[in-house]
């Protein structure tokens, strides 16, 4: 059963430190990749279009309704529910944030295929195909690491499958939705002009092997027809609501009536978006145009809502804030597959409720420090730079003032120069104590410092979740893959929650 192995809470083998056997999911990798490099100019042009959202105005939510439009003239039901047939107990996938196609994403595959033995589906939480949401990616990025799950993939898009105006999402995702009618032209010279004139689109040619990419997830009970970028599903006893937030993560007026109506009713919801509610020490409510927020909705206790698990952020993270007598668990997770997001930034945690003792993070701190800190000291040529594993647990314990997820090694001490790599690594700290610099610090981890940490050797620090759900309550497992062989095996389970349904 996986999950009885050793974790990175227990031990530092457990994490994938150590010398340890490679895993086997190079074989089932295509022999040519191409990697995603994410300081690659060229990348950055093609990924132009979040910039361009804020600089002259968003265009996906009038995107987006004419997709729906298009949808509901092929007959698909407006408010957007379908329903799955499944027995009385079931269980089901999550994993966000897949699609760089290198070694970090099929280290995940193995464990993602044992864990999920049984499961009736899986939802992908964001950004199912970097760097652009190009259909020619899905091939190696999508139906081959996932050719052998046997049960149906349903998505919600992040930021990236936006690239190109959701057009290869709609149609993997949706039956081949054709594209629908092209928006008016906009008036020269203006916002819209300039915004129209620098947009990125796909090239004609894009998606010609699409039909034999499919042939790979060919397998009746592996088909998934979805009703749209967001949408609604009943299984069991309980409601999953996906929400797609876009370019800049927020809501549209009109999919916000949407989930406001979709939310209402005694049955359980779980919420499933690409941009977080609870993430790195900091509440983002995801706003709606014309008003209010998502996690307005969330929290309203009229809609019955457990959880909410969001993509986006390439790390697992959990929250379990009290909201008028009952606790909601908001989750964090985007290790499916693309580079690692640092943990080791995430300041003392201290917000909704929630404090150090119930929150929950992977990888964890430490870890996070000591990756980080090699792979600097690899690239700028500095020894001294890097952190043992140890020596990161416990430099971090000290500046947050927290007992460590793992226990140092009995003779680690926490030295000048420990002290001094962590401040340099943006290593988080006290509320108290919180620096004017440590959110710019942060925010250049996101942005330029963490998607340089692709690497290609273990450990890679993936994660995904499985949910069991029975009559009166779902158990959130989160279970690791390091890219080691003995994790391939067991996958190690990092974090569980039950949540009462009643």
């Known amino acids: 059963m996986p999950g009885v192995s050793d974790s990175s809470r227990d031990t530092a083998q457990g994490a994938g430190w150590g010398s340890a056997e490679p895993g086997a999911y190079k074989q089932l990798m295509p022999p040519h990749v191409r990697k995603v490099s994410w300081l690659n100019p060229r990348t950055l042009w093609a990924a132009r279009n979040g910039v361009l959202a804020s600089w002259f105005g968003d265009p996906t939510g009038r995107t987006r309704g004419r997709w729906v439009a298009r949808r509901q003239s092929a007959g698909v039901p ?44 899986a939802v992908i939480t964001s950004d199912v195909i970097y760097p ?52 008016p032209r906009p008036r020269p010279l203006g916002r ?50 996906g929400i797609d937030t876009g370019l800049l ?56 809502y457990v959880a909410a698990i ?33 943990t080791h930034t995430i300041p003392r945690v201290s917000i909704g409720g929630v404090t150090e003792r119930d929150f929950r993070c992977y990888p964890l701190r430490g870890d996070s420090l000591a990756f980080y800190s090699h792979l600097y000291a690899r690239r700028l040529r500095l020894p001294r730079l890097g952190l043992s594993e140890s020596e990161a647990t416990a430099v971090i314990a000290e500046r947050l003032g ?20 962590a401040g340099l690594l943006g290593a988080g700290g006290r509320p108290d104590r919180t620096s004017r610099v440590r959110l710019p610090v942060r925010k250049m981890y996101t942005q330029l410092f963490s998607p340089s940490s692709v690497t290609y050797t273990p450990p890679f620090f993936k994660s995904f979740l499985r949910l069991d759900v029975g009559g009166q309550e779902i158990r959130v497992r989160c279970f690791a893959a390091t890219g080691n062989r003995p994790q391939e095996l067991d996958p190690p389970m990092e974090d569980e929650v039950v949540i009462p349904l009643k």
């Open 78 to 121: 407006a408010d957007k529910v379908f329903r799955r047939a499944v027995p009385d107990r079931f269980s089901f996938m999550v994993i966000g944030d897949t699609g760089e196609g290198g070694e970090s994403q099929y280290a995940a595959v193995p464990g993602f295929l044992k864990t999920g033995q049984g499961t009736e589906f």
């Open 132 to 183: 652009v949401g190009s259909a020619d990616d899905y091939e190696n990025k999508f139906f081959r690491p996932y050719r052998d799950y046997p049960a149906p993939i349903y998505a919600i898009p992040g930021n990236h499958d936006w690239y190109e105006d959701l057009g290869a999402f709609m149609r993997v995702f949706c039956a081949d939705t054709p594209p629908p009618d092209p928006a």
């Open 192 to 241: 819209a002009w300039w915004q129209a004139l620098l947009w990125h689109r796909p090239r004609p040619a894009d998606g010609q092997h699409l039909d034999e990419a499919r042939k790979l997830r060919s397998e009746p009970g592996q088909q998934a027809e979805q009703p749209g970028p967001y949408w609604a599903l009943d299984a069991g006893p309980v409601r999953l609501i």
């Open 249 to 304: 993560g927020t809501l549209d007026a009109e999919q916000g009536a949407w989930l406001r109506e979709v939310s209402k009713g005694t049955r359980p919801k779980i919420l499933i978006t690409g941009s977080p509610l609870y993430v790195d020490g900091e509440r983002h409510p995801c706003p709606i145009d014309g008003g209010g927020t998502v996690d307005d909705i969330v929290r309203d206790p009229e809609h019955h």
């Open 310 to 342: 969001g993509g986006d952020i390439h790390n697992y993270q959990r929250y379990p804030v009290h909201v008028d007598g009952r606790t909601i668990q908001y989750i964090v997770s985007g290790g499916g597959g693309a580079f690692m997001h640092a």
């Open 402 to 421: 927290i007992e460590p997820g793992r226990a140092p090694g009995p003779d680690t001490r926490v030295t000048r120069r420990t002290r001094l790599v």
